[in-house]
């Protein structure tokens, strides 16, 4: 399996190409703010042809570049219903009022051809099974994509913006729940393998087994339930948005 990513920018959020190996179809995760010169370098690099767009969530610097990327391909873009509205009304997302500068000039709507995504739906897309899981907290649309294991390549969780390297997404934006993040946490994250890589929105990879030791707020949904232990999911880091 091939798996390009690279941080993109202003947020450094991490935008993912993977196929089952270079020259053969690819999906195309989270072409945020300033992704879509990365992703053709990795295309013609990896000798890729890109088959779809799928979105862990609608931020904008998960979407920035959604646009140009499908237009570019001719490819649908997937996104949860309930995040749907922010590819073509990031202001709202953002708790901003109209008329406020966003990032200068952007792209922003939706592309040509959408598709929406359901909890416990598995995408077939490029050779691949993608495992569809709904996750809100960090938005009321979030999800993560698993990858199971095959041959001699551990399973794989993409986790947008719900878990982090020791840390998990914001939860101070519009539609952000803390008690819906840790019950995301509980529902979707502890009940795989120790040995699943993740692949998250923002900073590095990471594996279940290491945040099930360290992570604070994984042990929290561990040691008390989503709902016990008071929550401290507000107090998380704000990367990205």
């Not at 502890?190 to 590095?204: F, I, K, Q, S, W």
């Not at 994984?218 to 704000?238: F, W």
Request: aromatic share 4%.
């Amino acid at each position: 399996m091939l798996v390009a990513g690279f941080p993109a920018g202003a947020w450094g959020t991490n935008c993912y190409l993977v196929a089952p190996a270079a020259g053969e179809e690819c999906v195309i995760i989270d072409p945020g703010h300033q992704a879509a010169q990365g992703v053709e370098e990795a295309v013609a690099k990896h000798r890729l042809k890109p088959v779809a767009v799928i979105l862990t969530h609608g931020h904008l610097d998960h979407v920035a570049s959604v646009v140009p990327v499908c237009g570019a391909h001719g490819v649908p873009a997937w996104i949860h219903p309930d995040d749907r509205y922010m590819m073509s009304d990031p202001e709202k997302a953002l708790g901003m009022t109209i008329g406020q500068p966003l990032m200068g000039e952007l792209t922003v709507g939706e592309p040509d051809d959408v598709a929406e995504l359901s909890d416990g739906a598995v995408l077939d897309l490029a050779g691949l099974e993608l495992s569809v899981a709904h996750a809100p907290g960090h938005t009321k649309g979030s999800v993560t994509f698993r990858m199971p294991e095959q041959a001699d390549v551990p399973p794989v969780l993409f986790s947008g913006d719900l878990l982090f390297p020791g840390s998990i997404g914001r939860t101070d934006l519009p539609g952000g729940d803390p008690d819906e993040i840790l019950r995301s946490l509980a529902r979707v994250c502890l009940p795989l393998e120790d040995e699943t890589v993740v692949l998250p929105g923002h900073m590095h990879q990471t594996t279940i087994g290491r945040e099930r030791a360290t992570n604070p707020f994984l042990r929290q949904v561990a040691e008390h339930g989503p709902g016990g232990g008071g929550s401290d999911a507000a107090a998380a880091p704000r990367r990205g948005m």
